[in-house]
T-cell receptor
Framework: QKEVEQNSGPLSVPEGAIASLNCTYS??????FFWYRQYSGKSPELIMS????GDKEDGRFTAQLNKASQYVSLLIRDSQPSDSATYLC????????FGTGTSLTVIP | EPEVTQTPSHQVTQMGQEVILRCVPI?????FYWYRQILGQKVEFLVS????????KSEIFDDQFSVERPDGSNFTLKIRSTKLEDSAMYFC???????????FGPGTRLLVL
């Protein structure tokens, strides 16, 4: 059973649209959740962390956590071509688990 | 802004050779990690390190791997006898707290021939 599951995509959205990325996880004891962005050939960079149920907003990004349903999502508003990257969902348990990532392309 | 640094950026080695990958974590961080990412695949956890000892390791981290903090700033990953399948990008990361945000270095691309 995979600890973290993401739809690998690719997901394509037009510039200015909302991109919605989803992630489910198996360990109910997980407490810390993270979204990272990874450009091709580069290291993951943190977008947001979320620890409690509900929404957390930071600029154009909103993370949503639902521990009862074991999912965490990321919404990107007003998507820009520079948002085109792979988005990694991660959670912290005994180890730090990454999903396989969702490839997002924002079409100008 | 503090950042994690890694050297070298690229390493080419022959199968069976030993390699040492180096990392300098963010200075006030206490928890250190190594990950690898095979081309086109997901980021995989290798090992976490705290208080001069391994706190967690994955199945990938077998006897050919070792980690060390030889001084107050460096954190190293040694692969004793490299195999072709060790070819990957290796990322170092550090965090202030055990379940806190991890900040990644730029990676070392290892190619085993």
């Amino acid at each position: 059973q995979k600890e973290v599951e993401q739809n690998s995509g690719p997901l394509s959205v037009p510039e200015g649209a909302i991109a919605s990325l989803n992630c489910t996880y198996s360990d109910r004891g997980s407490q810390s959740f993270f979204w990272y962005r990874q450009y091709s050939g580069k290291s993951p960079e943190l977008i947001m962390s979320i620890y409690s149920n509900g929404d957390k907003e930071d600029g154009r990004f909103t993370a949503q956590l639902n521990k009862a349903s074991q999912y965490v999502s990321l919404l990107i508003r007003d998507s820009q071509p520079s948002d085109s990257a792979t988005y990694l969902c991660a959670l912290s348990g005994n180890q730090f688990y990454f999903g396989t990532g969702t490839s997002l392309t924002v079409i100008p | 802004e503090p950042e994690v640094t890694q050297t070298p950026s690229h390493q080419v080695t022959q199968m069976g050779q030993e390699v040492i990958l180096r990392c300098v974590p963010i200075s006030n961080h206490l928890y250190f990690y190594w990950y690898r990412q095979i081309l086109g695949q997901k980021v995989e956890f290798l090992v976490s390190f705290y208080n001069n000892e391994i706190s967690e390791k994955s199945e990938i981290f077998d006897d050919q791997f070792s980690v060390e903090r030889p001084d107050g700033s460096n954190f190293t990953l040694k692969i004793r006898s490299t195999k072709l399948e060790d070819s990957a990008m290796y990322f170092c990361a550090s965090s202030e707290m055990s379940s806190g945000t991890q900040y990644f270095g730029p990676g070392t691309r290892l190619l085993v021939l």
